[in-house]
């Protein structure tokens, strides 16, 4: 089984979300909105010679409170809480992704 995507951990807090050749982040500060206060979170593209900010996404918690969502222009991804908090507590190096399915119509 092929890997779809990673969540890694970066310097200042910062969770890097890779998907093939597409690199996203979310901040700090954002990612404490959505782990203490539930909030949905910008998925921000990672250009380092950017000079604007570009959303590309959001983060959000799933209905159950037990994954978390990831949307970006790469495709929609899922990931276990538990697997999410460790990364960003540094405590885990990465997390896989999983591709969110849609449901059958």
Known sequence: MTEDGTLSYCAGGVLRIT???????????DLKNLL????VSPIIEDRPQA???????????NASGK??????RAGSYIVP???????ARGEAISAPLFPLIPEAV
């Open 36 to 39: 203490f206060y539930g909030r």
């Open 19 to 29: 998907v093939e050749a597409e690199h996203y982040r979310i901040e700090a500060e």
């Open 67 to 72: 994954a978390v969502m990831l949307h970006t």
């Open 81 to 87: 809480l538990v697997s999410f908090q460790r990364v």
């Open 51 to 61: 000079t604007a900010v570009a959303i590309e996404g959001h983060a959000a918690m």
